[in-house]
């Protein structure tokens, strides 16, 4: 099936910011990257495709994608320099709303060392882990940790199997 046909929504503006991009299953992943690339609902890339396989290869058949930081970019280090306060806080608005239907979410954070690209990306990451606090979570990673101890982001790894992450360990 092609990417364009597999009835994906996309949340947000596709030249500025993309806040979620979401595919129904009856069992969903809900991945958090870093920040918005090329994808959109009819256009994928090497990390949605990615995405995709990881979430075959582990039984999932729809996903969530959320991002850290929603402003799209392909390189990160061209992320805002100081966090856009309204522009998390809306990215934060859209996230609460697209996990209210998902119980017990499993979450797989898939952004390498790339969570270190700007300072205000570890605020981000708490902020959305709070949304997910009433949920009881499963946290995911592919692999091991990186070295410098971050989860794998998704386009430099095998597919394989997910294994659990310990959150608070990581936070």
């Known amino acids: 099936m092609k990417y364009c046909e597999m009835n994906i929504k ?3 503006d596709t030249s500025n910011v993309r806040y979620a991009l979401r595919k129904e299953g009856q069992k969903m992943l809900v991945v958090i990257g870093v920040n918005p690339s090329k994808a959109t609902d009819c256009i994928s890339d090497p990390t949605m495709t990615k995405i995709i396989g990881f979430a075959k290869c582990n039984g999932f058949d729809g996903f969530l994608m959320l991002n850290l930081y929603p402003k799209r970019c392909t390189n990160p280090n061209d992320l ?4 856009n ?7 934060l608005r859209h996230i609460a709303s697209e996990i209210s239907n998902i119980e017990t979410p499993s979450v797989l954070l898939a952004f390498g060392n790339t969570i270190e690209a ?3 990306l570890k605020k981000c990451l708490s902020e959305i882990v709070s949304l997910f606090a009433l949920k009881n979570p499963k946290w995911l990673q592919i692999g091991t940790l990186t070295k410098r101890g971050n989860p ?3 386009s430099r790894a095998a597919y394989c199997t997910f294994s659990s992450l310990d959150l608070n360990n990581y936070l």
């Not at 805002?80 to 966090?83: F, M, P, Q, S």
């Open 10 to 12: 996309m949340i947000g």
């Open 80 to 83: 805002d320099k100081e966090i």
């Open 85 to 91: 306060i309204e522009m998390h806080n809306e990215n």
């Open 118 to 120: 700007r300072k205000y």
């Open 152 to 154: 794998r982001h998704p």
